[in-house]
């Protein structure tokens, strides 16, 4: 599990321009079948990374934050939503409502999530490569590659079999 971890610090630079040419190029492939292929990969690479031997995500991506995930997140910590938005939130330079800080204030010693069950949907839907989401989301996964081992190593796989 490890090992595709450290695989992609020692070669997300590399080939991050390849990646991004590559997923340029999906946006002319049929919708269907590259989603179907992205969720079989999503599947294989998740059993072979474990994301609590990263957690790079959750220490420097803050994420999309709706009002729903707010709420959730006030009540589950016993709090008002006006006080959790004056300690945890913010308007980033593009205007979306986030996280306030990275890593996540929630983010424990072990990569665990403090308040896992009541995270926000940013947080449930990250990476994007499952469930029909892929191609719906594919100007975000070069990027991603470059934070998540895990759409590093299944656009890598995928660029093998395409």
Request: net charge positive; with cysteine.
């Amino acid at each position: 599990m490890k090992d595709l971890i450290e695989h992609w610090k020692l070669k997300k630079d590399a080939v991050k321009k390849p990646q991004r040419q590559f997923v340029r190029q999906l946006k002319r492939k049929k919708r269907k079948e590259i989603d179907e292929l992205a969720d079989q990969l999503h599947q294989k690479v998740f059993q072979e990374i474990d994301c609590l031997d990263c957690a790079n995500c959750c220490t420097s991506i803050p994420p999309l934050l709706t009002r729903t995930d707010i709420s959730r997140m006030a009540k589950h910590l016993g709090m008002k939503t006006a006080e959790f938005q004056a300690q945890y939130v913010v308007q980033d330079e593009d205007g979306d409502t986030v996280m306030n800080a990275s890593p996540c204030p929630f983010l424990q010693a072990d990569h665990a999530c403090m308040i896992y069950e009541h995270r926000p949907k940013a947080c449930r839907q990250y990476p994007h490569t499952d469930q029909q989401e892929f191609m719906q989301n594919l100007k975000l996964h070069a990027t991603n590659a470059q934070y998540c081992p895990a759409v590093f190593h299944i656009l890598e796989r995928m660029m093998k079999i395409r």
